[in-house]
T-cell receptor, first 113, second 116 residues
Framework: KAGVTQTPRYLIKTRGQQVTLSCSPI?????VSWYQQTPGQGLQFLFE???????NKGNFPGRFSGRQFSNSRSEMNVSTLELGDSALYLC????????????FGPGTRLLVL | AQTVTQSQPEMSVQEAETVTLSCTYD???????LFWYKQPPSRQMILVIR??????QNATENRFSVNFQKAAKSFSLKISDSQLGDAAMYFC?????????????FGKGITLSVRP
């Protein structure tokens, strides 16, 4: 099976802009989670989607949003970008059961100037 | 809320030797899942090993094994016969089986270097 794919892999934006990141899960996986990784804060959970519904949400401002489509692909959007949003954004997919292992994509590296 | 602590930021091991990476966690739940992930310089997170809390037996995957001490809330990773390709950042993670806590909670990670 193909792994989790994320596009784009690299992105440069300026403050105030918005950005949309995409994630395609492993075939058959219906749960998609998003994480932000920064040197200072480490890995932090953003949100999880299952069957097009947000099942879980981390402590991020409302500028961070996401959605999931009927084919389980997911997008996350960050509006009004801030310098502190520069990070590696990781997407992970898993089977329905929350106890199942999450498999990660290669990440999207976002730089905000 | 669950927390995961990796107190050693860096470790080094000689090639072919054994190294143990430490992890402790805090939870009030009795059922949960623990993971070790590896993140090489490519930044791709790779699953190393998984442990289910209700299982007494320690998980093993080839050269990787864990020492799971539920009462002590400790979950260490042992890497045997270390190889140069094992050099990476290693993250310990906790996942609750249900509800609003079903996210992965990660430790800060430990950077492992392997000396040839």
């Amino acid at each position: 099976k193909a792994g989790v794919t994320q596009t784009p892999r690299y992105l440069i934006k300026t403050r105030g802009q918005q950005v949309t990141l995409s994630c395609s899960p492993i075939s058959g996986h219906r749960s998609v989670s998003w994480y932000q990784q920064t040197p200072g804060q480490g890995l932090q959970f953003l949100f999880e989607y299952f069957s097009e519904t947000q099942r879980n949400k981390g402590n991020f401002p409302g500028r961070f949003s996401g959605r999931q489509f009927s084919n389980s692909r997911s997008e996350m959007n960050v509006s009004t970008l801030e310098l502190g949003d520069s990070a590696l954004y990781l997407c992970a997919s898993s089977l329905q059961d929350p106890g199942k292992t999450q498999y990660f994509g290669p990440g999207t590296r976002l730089l905000v100037l | 809320a669950q927390t995961v602590t990796q107190s050693q930021p860096e470790m080094s091991v000689q090639e072919a030797e054994t190294v143990t990476l430490s992890c402790t966690y805090d939870t009030s739940e009795s059922d949960y899942y623990l993971f070790w992930y590896k993140q090489p310089p490519s930044r791709q997170m790779i699953l190393v090993i998984r442990q289910e809390a209700y299982k007494q037996q320690n998980a093993t995957e080839n050269r990787f094994s864990v020492n799971f001490q539920k009462a002590a809330k400790s979950f260490s990773l042992k890497i045997s016969d270390s190889q140069l390709g094992d050099a990476a950042m290693y993250f310990c993670a906790y996942r609750s089986p249900t509800g609003a806590n079903s996210k992965l909670t990660f430790g800060k990670g430990i950077t492992l270097s392997v000396r040839p």
